[in-house]
């Protein structure tokens, strides 16, 4: 079979007639002689999608877990052609495109051919300014950014895969992000990918869309940032290291007149404290991203992820027993002032510094060693 063609379905029975007649005039014109499909995966509707879906010709197959991405998962796994295509069954789409979008995917022997909306006509009211001005651009721009892509439309939900290429690249989202998990992984594997110019319809009146905009836009963002790993592992790093550097600096040379201005003082180091403490949590996030992702860490993170249990104890002890020397240090010093006048400030914040960023980066560690273990 050359081609199946995938409805995610859930209580679609308004729209998804017209949506599956819509495929096949343009899969049935004239000269283009296709052995197709159509698929309508049914996500536990509870009107009669299912009956309309049959009547039409479909096959319907039952998807029981929940989710945009689940509901495609289960309709492409059961698919019977070289190549699929997907789109949602709302009549947003323009179907008519389909023969197009598959031809573009052959001819250019593509893995993923993907019918841009960003590039086509989108009718008034079709999609959200802030979907259209913000949220598609900029996650758009990002995967292009961060994934070395050429795309125009992240989001677009009318796409043509090549099976067999797609059965490589372990997609698992059963949520809206799948649709940035397929680009990403796509593009990982260096797999070819193509556009047309499409575009975009109105919904019919009263439809309440699937889509919710900040929830699934931030499943997006989480998604597309939680692959690439090595970002948050050398940005926290670098943050880290020239804020421990300078918290040094401030602390063996104190408060400092440059070009007029104070720097070194208080405020300095406690910006500098806050800096560093941010540093190890981007970095600790990356060390738990290295967990999930093929993708290899620097030498320095590889260690501290296979820092075993005896390493790790000693650390802890030897942390937690040099706060308390310090802690002891400061009350004999206080009572041998009989409590007052104490004035640890200048170097207050450099101990809490060089002592809170190891104590965090144990507790980090032994958290990500537990993860492990029960992984």
């Not at 492409?76 to 190549?83: C, L, P, Q, V």
């Not at 059963?174 to 109105?202: C, D, P, Q, W, Y």
């Not at 540093?279 to 320095?300: D, S």
Request: proline share 3%; with cysteine; aromatic share 8%.
């Amino acid at each position: 079979m050359h081609l199946s063609f995938v409805f995610p379905c859930l209580n679609e029975e308004a729209t998804l007639a017209g949506c599956i007649r819509a495929v096949k005039q343009s899969l049935e014109a004239a000269g283009a002689h296709l052995d197709y499909e159509i698929v309508v995966a049914d996500n536990g509707s509870i009107d009669r999608s299912r009956e309309i879906a049959e009547s039409e010709g479909a096959r319907v197959v039952p998807v029981a877990t929940r989710g945009y991405g689940a509901a495609l998962r289960g309709g492409i796994e059961s698919a019977r052609g070289t190549y699929v295509i997907f789109a949602d069954a709302d009549s947003t789409y323009l179907y008519e495109d389909t023969l197009r979008l598959y031809r573009k995917a052959v001819e250019a022997d593509a893995d993923m051919a993907i019918a841009s909306r960003m590039t086509g006509k989108i009718e008034r009211g079709a999609m959200p300014p802030l979907h259209r001005h913000l949220g598609t651009p900029v996650l758009t721009t990002l995967i292009n950014a961060l994934f070395g892509g050429r795309l125009t439309d992240c989001n677009s939900g009318f796409r043509c895969i090549r099976k067999s290429a797609y059965e490589t690249w372990a997609i698992r989202s059963n949520g809206m992000e799948f649709a940035s998990e397929l680009l990403i992984k796509a593009l990982k594997h260096r797999a070819r990918t193509v556009e047309i110019s499409s575009g975009l319809r109105r919904g019919p009146e009263g439809r309440v869309a699937h889509l919710r905009t900040w929830r699934d836009g931030m499943r997006h963002l989480l998604f597309i940032l939680s692959e690439r790993p090595r970002l948050f592992e050398v940005s926290g790093l670098l943050l880290l290291l020239v804020a421990s550097l300078l918290q040094a600096i401030a602390l063996i040379v104190g408060p400092t007149k440059v070009g007029g201005l104070n720097i070194f003082d208080l405020h300095t180091k406690a910006l500098l404290l806050l800096a560093a403490l941010t540093g190890l949590q981007a970095y600790l996030f990356a060390c738990m991203l290295f967990l999930k992702q093929r993708e290899k860490p620097l030498p320095i993170t590889r260690r501290s992820i296979e820092i075993d249990e005896a390493s790790l104890f000693f650390l802890l002890i030897g942390i937690v027993g040099t706060e308390a020397v310090l802690v002891g240090a400061v009350l004999a010093n206080w009572a041998s002032n009989n409590f007052a006048n104490l004035d640890l400030a200048q170097v207050s914040f450099g101990v809490i510094h060089f002592l809170s960023v190891p104590g965090m980066l144990a507790v980090g560690l032994l958290a990500l060693h537990v993860f492990k273990k029960s992984d």
